[in-house]
């Protein structure tokens, strides 16, 4: 089993900054990808940005330039540096990690975390 727990969302005004964690439990010895994803009421659950295991990133158009997507593998950790936010970003927040190698050598394809909310006032 594997457990994502994510942290630091809140209440911020417009223009600040908030950075998101992710950090995943389990039997893991690798994960491939890591992810964030956001869901804002009546709207879709759309990507924020994600890394892979050669820590390369990719961006949403919305993401790009004011966010970053970083990774610490030995804590098998995700962070989402947000900066110059606006009321649009207001949101729940996801972590999704894909591709888990377990210590069992079974690969789990996905996991998610429960979600925090991100809420930017104008």
């Known amino acids: 089993q594997v457990h994502l727990v994510e942290s630091g969302g809140g209440l911020v005004q417009y223009g600040g900054s908030l950075r998101l964690s992710c950090a995943a439990s389990?039997?893991?010895?690798?994960?491939?990808?890591m992810g964030w994803f956001r869901q804002a009421p009546g709207k879709q659950r759309e990507l924020v940005a994600d890394i892979d295991g050669s820590n390369r990133p990719t961006y949403a158009e919305f993401a790009k330039g004011r966010f970053t997507i970083s990774r610490d593998n030995a804590k098998n950790t995700v962070y989402l540096q947000m900066n110059s936010l606006t009321p649009e970003d207001t949101a729940a927040y996801y972590c999704?990690?894909?591709?888990?190698?377990?210590?069992?050598?079974?690969?789990?394809?996905?996991?998610w975390g429960q979600g925090t909310q991100v809420t930017v006032s104008s």
């Open positions: 389990g039997t893991i010895s690798s994960i491939y990808i």
């Open positions: 999704q990690m894909r591709s888990i190698v377990t210590t069992l050598g079974d690969v789990i394809s996905s996991a």
